[in-house]
């Protein structure tokens, strides 16, 4: 993709001007959860989440397999839907809204894709434009732009989805999902079959394009080190509850929870063992 390939944003530097604008005393609600419970057999995976996503943040969402992160972020787009509460996209209960619409208005990219195979490249991009009803000429120079943005050659939108490997196709997920230019953007461990070299790139590229179109977005990840790295607040789900929702820096230097303490040790421990090895230690 574009833009700057390394070096992470500041993890805990203000949010974009862009997010900011029309605002008194306060960041602006993009998302919000109010009591939101969903269970399956009797059982909580999601146990009175009451959360508020501002417009223009970064948020990841990490804790361990099972926990709920997918069924949090599935019951924006409504492909999950929730038992009790309300969630809400700008004060407008997605419930709400016919379904089709909403899901056109949020991006998103969850792993292996799901490209149509039968569709070149730029079809596959252009789909949510042409069913918005964008014309054909405004859809080419569409997905040229977003093909460029994603750092693809050109050509690759003649290609079938068979043709690219991994880390192209999630490339092409995400412009596919950027197509419809969407306020916000869902990831389900969007990275998650990449090789570490190309994870490492596309998130810092994700971040950049986050950055340069003014997104709210959310990542699940499995990875504490990606989700610190990566975004402005981490929240951590455990059976279906929240057991932190802090900035990055925060959370380094005190979890409390022993749960929380332990992913973070992961990380740092993989850090020092590098730094110990580079300085033959
Ligand atoms: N359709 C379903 N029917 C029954 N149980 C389900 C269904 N979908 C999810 N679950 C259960 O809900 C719980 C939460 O699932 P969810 O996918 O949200 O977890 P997760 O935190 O994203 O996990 P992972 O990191 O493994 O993807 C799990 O115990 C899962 O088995």
């Known amino acids: 993709m574009r833009g700057p390939v390394r070096g992470y944003r500041e993890p805990d530097a203000p949010a ?13 609600a993009m998302i919000s959860f109010d009591h939101v419970g969903k269970h399956y057999a ?28 997918t069924t949090l972020l599935k019951a924006i787009n409504r492909l999950v839907e929730i038992d009790t509460g309300t969630i809400a996209i ?15 208005r949020i991006g998103y990219v969850f792993q292996g894709i799901g490209l149509f195979p039968h569709m070149s490249v730029a079809e596959n991009v252009a789909l949510v434009p042409r069913l918005q009803g964008v014309p054909r000429e405004e859809r080419a120079a569409r997905v040229a732009e977003l093909l460029d943005l994603v750092a693809l050659p050109a050509d690759f939108a003649e290609r079938r989805p068979a043709q690219l490997s ?21 990831m389900d461990e969007p990275f998650g ?5 190309t994870r ?3 998130g810092a590229a994700y971040r950049a394009l986050h950055e340069a179109m003014g997104l709210t977005s959310l990542i699940v990840t499995h990875d504490m080190a990606e989700a610190l790295l990566l975004a402005d607040r981490v929240i951590v789900i455990g059976e ?9 820096r925060a959370l380094i230097h005190g979890a409390g929870d022993p749960r929380i303490e332990a992913m973070i040790a992961v990380a740092r421990r993989s850090a020092a063992r590098l730094d110990a090895i580079a300085a033959g230690r």
Do not use: N
Not at 16 to 28: C, F, H, K, Q
């Open 166 to 186: 991994g880390g192209q196709a999630q490339r092409v997920g995400f412009a596919r999902a950027l197509a419809a230019r969407p306020a916000i953007m869902l």
């Open 200 to 202: 490492d790139e596309l």
């Open 16 to 28: 974009p001007v862009a997010a900011m604008v029309g605002m008194e005393g306060g960041r602006r």
């Open 42 to 69: 009797g059982r909580h995976v999601l146990d009175d989440v009451s959360l508020t996503i501002e417009r223009g943040s970064f948020v990841a969402l990490v804790g361990a397999s099972g926990a709920g992160k």
């Open 193 to 197: 079959a990449l090789d570490p070299v």
């Open 240 to 248: 279906g509850r929240i057991l932190a929702d802090q900035p990055p």
């Open 90 to 104: 700008e004060g407008r209960d997605v419930a709400a809204q016919p379904v089709a619409e909403l899901r056109r």
